[in-house]
Each structure stands twice: as C-alpha cells, then as structure tokens.
C-alpha cells in the first residue's frame, strides 16, 4: 500500500482542520492506521491510531478531546479532524501503516509512511 497525506495549511489558534490520508491497493482494510506528527527541532511523535475497523482508537494525551481518527475503508482513506487547533500543534503531519492486529503507538512498528502535510497553528 502507499500512503497520500494531505489537508494542510495556515490556521488560526482554536481553528478547525482535517486532514486526509488516501491509500492505495486493495488491502488498506488489513493496516493499523496511526497520525505522527514531527515539530521543528524535534523527534517525530504519535498523535492516534485506530484498528483495521476502528474499534479501537488511542490518542496522545495533548489531542484527547480535540482531535479524532477515523477510517473508511470503502474510501481507503484515514482521517485526522483536528479541532480547537494551538500555536504548538504545529508540526509535519504523517500518516503510517502497521500491517499488525495490534494497535501500536510507537513509530518503529509502523513500516509503511506518506509524505507528510505541513499544519500551521498561528497564536
């Protein structure tokens, strides 16, 4: 599967964005889908994930209760709402695949990564 990570842009602080990340081939049912996020100068981090039928859904604790995952897989695409948006949400944001039952939240269990959006928090 490759991944297409795009949705990006300028937006003001407690301003709304959403992102969307479009796979390609027929098998984006069978992936673990997570969000990382990489700020200037510092290491790439998780943001969420969500199982191969979205039962299951984890968020670092600086987004829970702004922004939500979501998956179609009839669209084969993920989706990242992000909302109440803040100056340090800023960052390149990545979509990634983890072909596991588990969900996993740690950047080395996932093996395939798109290109990366940029999202800008304006104060």
């Known amino acids: 599967v490759q991944l297409q990570a795009f949705g990006g842009g300028l937006v003001q602080a407690g301003g709304l964005l959403r992102l969307s990340c479009a796979a390609s081939g027929r098998t984006f049912s069978s992936y673990v889908m997570g969000w990382f996020r990489q700020a200037p100068g510092k290491e790439r981090e998780f943001v969420a994930a969500?199982?191969?039928?979205?039962?299951?859904?984890y968020y670092t604790d600086s987004v829970k209760g702004r922004f939500t995952i979501s998956r179609d897989n009839a669209k084969n695409t993920v989706y990242l709402q992000m909302n109440s948006l803040k100056p340090e949400d800023t960052a390149v944001y990545y979509c990634?695949?983890?072909?596991?039952?588990?969900?996993?939240?740690?950047?080395?269990?996932?093996?395939?990564w798109g290109q990366g959006t940029l999202v800008t928090g304006s104060s």
């Open positions: 990634a695949a983890d072909l596991a039952v588990v969900v996993h939240t740690t950047l080395n269990n996932y093996d395939i």
């Open positions: 969500i199982s191969r039928i979205g039962e299951r859904i």
